[in-house]
């Protein structure tokens, strides 16, 4: 099995710009989370779901959406990129309330100039 | 106040030491308690879920705290292998983790 992955893998954009990073897990999982992970911070959650058809805000979720766009995809879209946003983003998920491991994708290095 | 306190490191030890980690967790409501590993650039992986009873798996024992709240990891007999960063992972009962910054941890030969 592919577990979760991300696509793309790296991305340079300019300030302004807007992308939708993709993730996809092929685990049957409920749950799919969003992270940052920046230099000293640990990973920070942006968005997560709970469920298919529902989102919520995680800590730092100012400046990206997100879309469960069905049990199997989690997209977090960047509409104006900043250069606070440089960051490496994970996506996760969780197979559901009884179990609490939560299984990540490599990750997109992301550099916003 | 940081959800969750690391002590960042490095912890540089040799072959075959005892180290201990240490993270204390600030939301007194936190239910579930986990540590993950994570390798230079690469995504976290679970290591151990710890609980209040204290668990081990192997060469690593992990205790709860729940009235300090404070979480520990004890490696036992250490590995090259063992060098990477450790996260404190606290979550609640709504679906959301809390990630410390991380201990490193450096195995020399």
């Known amino acids: 099995n592919a577990g979760v992955t991300q696509?793309?893998?790296?991305?340079?954009?300019?300030?302004?710009?807007?992308?939708t990073l993709q993730c996809a897990q092929d685990m049957n999982h409920n749950s799919m989370y969003w992270y940052r992970q920046d230099p000293g911070m640990?990973?920070?959650?942006?968005?997560?779901?709970?469920?298919e058809g529902t989102t919520d805000k995680g800590e730092v979720p100012n400046g990206y959406n997100v879309s469960r766009l069905n049990k199997r995809e989690f997209s977090l879209r960047?509409?104006?990129?900043?250069?606070?946003q440089t960051s490496v983003y994970f996506c996760a998920s969780r197979?559901?309330?009884a179990s609490y491991e939560q299984y990540f994708g490599p990750g997109t290095r992301l550099t916003v100039t | 106040r940081k959800e969750v306190e690391q002590d960042p490191?490095?912890?540089?030890?040799?072959?075959g030491a005892t180290v201990?980690?240490?993270?204390?967790?600030?939301n007194s409501a936190s239910q579930s308690f986990f540590w993950y590993r994570q390798d230079c650039r690469k995504e976290p992986k679970l290591l151990m879920s710890v609980y209040s009873?204290?668990?081990?798996d192997g060469r690593f024992t992990a205790q709860?705290?729940?009235a300090s709240q404070y979480i520990s990891l004890l490696i036992r007999d250490s590995k090259l292998s063992d060098s990477a960063t450790y996260l404190c992972v606290p979550g609640d009962n709504f679906n959301k983790f809390y990630f410390g910054s991380g201990t490193k941890l450096n195995v020399k030969p």
């Open chain 2, 53 to 56: 009873s204290g668990n081990e």
């Open chain 1, 42 to 51: 640990g990973l920070r959650l942006i968005y997560y779901s709970a469920s």
């Open chain 2, 64 to 66: 709860l705290n729940r």
């Open chain 1, 95 to 97: 197979a559901g309330d």
């Open chain 1, 78 to 84: 960047l509409e104006s990129a900043a250069p606070s």
């Open chain 2, 20 to 26: 201990a980690f240490n993270c204390t967790y600030s």
């Open chain 2, 9 to 15: 490191g490095p912890f540089n030890v040799p072959e």
């Open chain 1, 7 to 19: 696509t793309p893998k790296f991305q340079v954009l300019k300030t302004g710009q807007s992308m």
